[in-house]
């Protein structure tokens, strides 16, 4: 991978990446690269990004050419138009691409939607998620309500179900809501009366809502029902170092990916201490 401007090298793991420069985008970009961050800013339309390699911006802002030069000749601030290598470096992803109102009045999400799919296509593996069953915590935009209104539940469950995932989804309140907005999906939703059941099996569990209850979950039992050990905690509610004790491969929102101890992966697979050294098993259990 490799990126040049201005003759330094451009995509390099744990940055920001900023998808789509456009209004929102390019000033949210050079903001955070102006604060010290270093930031990708990406965008798939070449003739959008080659002006602001060179410092101009492809509308005006005050003060937003003079902020562009600056952090292009810093280095802060990388432009490219190779989007999925740039997520694939970031650490953490802004999506900044349009919006614009359909004639209902409500918001084109198309856009959006399509980032998501790339998003979960270059996200080191993790979200290849055809044919896998997993389990979803957590519907209603916030805890104690079943409000699902601009809760990002349903749009990341429509991608997986795009992508050909079968979904086992818990929540306290929001089930009958999410019921009715999603279309009849025979055989690929499983909504359970616990987050236990939706454990069952599961290949990896993904968190949604800060629910209270989650919080307190028993991560023992947790991780003896699951297929495999994957928690996806997009609320950041659970302790990376307490996750990795009790057997998780741990990915929060802006965090470093943690897997488990050894001794925890054996007592998960019930591996004798010969089989963690046969032949073509090639996992590091301890980075």
């Known amino acids: 991978m ?66 562009l030069q600056k952090n292009l000749a810093s280095g802060k601030f990388c432009p490219t138009s190779k989007v999925e290598e740039a997520i694939r470096a970031a650490s953490v992803i802004f999506i900044c691409v349009g919006t614009p109102q359909r004639e209902d009045g409500t918001a084109d999400l198309t856009q959006v939607e399509a980032i998501a799919r790339t998003i979960g296509r270059n996200l080191n593996g993790l979200w290849q998620v055809s044919g896998k069953n997993l389990g979803v915590l957590g519907l209603a935009f916030k805890p104690k309500t079943d ?89 950041n509610i659970f302790d990376p170092d307490e996750m990795r004790n009790a057997g998780f491969t741990y990915v929060g929102m802006g965090r470093k990916r943690v897997a488990p101890r050894m001794e925890k992966m054996a007592e998960v697979f019930q591996f004798r201490p010969a089989a963690m050294h046969r032949p073509n098993v090639e996992v590091d259990l301890n980075a």
Not at 46 to 67: H, Q, T, Y
Not at 155 to 180: F, M, N
Not at 202 to 230: F, I, K, N, P, S
Request: hydrophobic share 40%.
């Open 147 to 235: 409000d699902i209104r601009e809760a990002p539940s349903l749009k990341i469950i429509s991608t997986l179900l795009k992508e050909g995932a079968q979904l086992r989804i818990h929540d306290p309140c929001a089930v009958p809501a999410v019921q009715a907005a999603l279309q009849p999906q025979a055989g690929k939703i499983t909504f359970c009366a616990s987050p236990y059941d939706a454990a069952r099996g599961a290949e990896a569990l993904l968190l949604l809502t800060e629910w209270d209850e989650y919080r307190l979950l028993d991560l023992g039992c947790l991780r003896g029902l699951m297929q495999d050990t994957v928690i996806i905690d997009g609320r």
């Open 2 to 67: 490799n990126v040049s401007h201005h003759g330094q090298s451009g995509i390099q793991p744990g940055k920001i990446a900023v998808v789509g420069l456009g209004h929102v985008g390019l000033p949210t970009a050079v903001g955070f690269s102006s604060l010290g961050w270093d930031v990708i800013g990406a965008d798939e339309d070449p003739a959008k990004v080659e002006p602001i390699k060179s410092g101009r911006a492809p509308f005006f802002e005050p003060g937003l050419d003079e902020l």
